[in-house]
Each structure stands twice: as C-alpha cells, then as structure tokens.
C-alpha cells in the first residue's frame, strides 16, 4: 500500500496495512533541530526518514499565488495589526453598504503556477490542498475578536455581508484551482480555528448562523471535485463536532491536545480516527 493509498483508506473509515504518520507544519525555528537531530538538510529528506506519508501543499502560501497589482495581499488592506483582538476596518461599521467599498480581494489575480508544479512533483504520497479557506479569522481580523462577537448580535447584516464578501473570493479561488488540480488532490485541507482551551469561540447558536452556512459549501465544494474533506481547528470544539459530521467533514485535525473535553470527543465519533491516531 502507498502512503497515498494509505491515508485515503484511513480517512475513508477503512484498515490500511500499517499506521499513517504526518509530521504536520512544524514552526519555523524547529527545522533547525531536526536536521540535527536526523542529520538532514531539507525538509524533504527528514519527511522521507520518517516515511511521512502526507504532503501539505496549499496554493495561497506560494508567494506568486496573488498578484495585486496595488500590491495587496489577499485580505490585508487596513489590516496593520498582529492579533485577532485588535481593532479592524470594520470595527464600527453599522452599514451594509459600506462593506462594499472595501478593496476585497479579486480572483482575477490569482496565479496557481508554483502550487501545480509542487503537487506534480510531491510523489506518490497523500496530497492535501486548496486554499486554506480560513474565513472566520478573516472575518474576525475585519471587525476585531470583540467587535466581531458583538456585531452577530447588534448588526447580524454587517456580519452576513462581510462573510460574504471573505467566503465568495475563497470559494471562487477554490473553483479556479480544483479543475486544475485534478487528481493532484487527494484531500481539500482548510482550517479554521473555532475554539479555545475550554470552549467555542462564539456560542453554538452564532456558530449555526454565521459559520455553519459557508462553512457546509466548502465542504460540498470538495466532495463535489471529489476530493476528501480535512478540517483544521484548534480548540474546544466537541459542541459542533456533531454539526461538522452532518457537514460531511471527513476528518478532524484538532492540533491542542488538552483542550476541555475533546478526549471524550474523540472517543464518541469514528471519523477522528485519522486524526487522533496519526496527526497528534
């Protein structure tokens, strides 16, 4: 069995001849102790000595993936801040019509070059990709965490019309790629990040309302070019993990291992299999 057949039949609920490994997106500074350690020089040679059977490859994270003639990056137009809880554009926003003038990203500047000729190049491994998708830090860096959680409560139409705008310029960038990509793709890899170390982020109620609608054409979106369906998301998330199943969530990727109650989460719902086994 490869590595590609391998983690396919892991994530489809099915027996592989052996345990999966992903090394997972070590921090920068901890490359350097790897090679030590394993008397490598690449990345690629220490994912080969650990038999890595996962290649991560995600085209937003190649420099040459968007091309703003202005010079943009895809969502950091008055966005000069380094934290979720730090006031954004449109933190005082009360309008619909205003979300409007910002300057969203456009789809047209989109370049997949650099990403196609890593997938074509990664190997017989299991090939994770798609834009990252991460609409609700997005979202969030747009308002401020506080401003963001007030908002789906004082002006629910200013947060709908934001979502929008991030989720429409995503799902689109996914539409451009996938046909590309082919069977390149094995599994659409997108991530965001919905708890904290004991609990959701906004209740489940919001979740329902403004997470649950695009989060539902995202992972339709991938089954539909059929690709499996890998969520990233740290925290405690066991009160949704019921709506991601009924999403088509094929696996979870919870990278924080102590967060309230997602042992026991794990032990209720088979489709972490892949995940808590493997990628932890």
């Known amino acids: 069995m490869t590595s590609r057949e391998r983690i396919k039949t892991i994530i489809a609920g099915e027996k592989p001849d052996r345990c999966g490994f992903w090394l997972g997106n070590p921090h920068e500074e901890t490359w350097p102790l790897l090679h030590n350690y394993f008397g490598t020089k690449s990345e690629e040679d220490i994912r080969k000595t650990l038999n890595d059977d996962l290649r991560w490859i995600c085209p937003q994270f190649f420099p040459s993936a968007y091309n703003d003639p202005d010079g943009y990056a895809m969502f950091d137009a008055g966005l000069d801040k380094k934290m979720h809880g730090q006031a954004g554009p449109f933190a005082n926003c009360e309008d619909p019509a205003e979300v409007e003038k910002y300057p969203w990203p456009?789809?047209?500047?989109?370049?997949?070059?650099?990403?196609?000729?890593?997938?074509?190049?990664?190997?017989?491994?299991?090939?994770?990709?798609?834009?990252?998708t991460c609409f609700y830090h997005n979202v969030m860096d747009l308002f401020g965490m506080e401003s963001y959680m007030m908002k789906m409560y004082t002006h629910p139409d200013v947060v709908h019309a934001v979502t929008d705008k991030v989720c429409e310029f995503y799902y689109e960038a996914n539409e451009q790629f996938f046909p590309l990509t082919g069977d390149l793709v094995d599994g659409f890899f997108f991530g965001n990040d919905f708890g904290t170390q004991v609990d959701l982020i906004c209740g489940p109620v919001q979740f329902d309302e403004f997470i649950m609608p695009w989060f539902r054409k995202f992972t339709e979106q991938g089954h539909a070019h059929g690709y499996q369906v890998i969520l990233h998301s740290c925290g405690a998330i066991h009160k949704v993990i019921g709506r991601l199943i009924e999403a088509r969530v094929d696996c979870l990727h919870p990278l924080q291992a102590k967060a309230k109650d997602m042992d026991d989460s794990v032990d209720l719902f088979d489709f972490l299999y892949f995940d808590h086994n493997i990628l932890t």
């Open 106 to 132: 456009n789809p047209d500047y989109l370049n997949f070059d650099e990403c196609l000729s890593n997938l074509k190049k990664a190997g017989d491994v299991y090939r994770a990709s798609g834009f990252w």
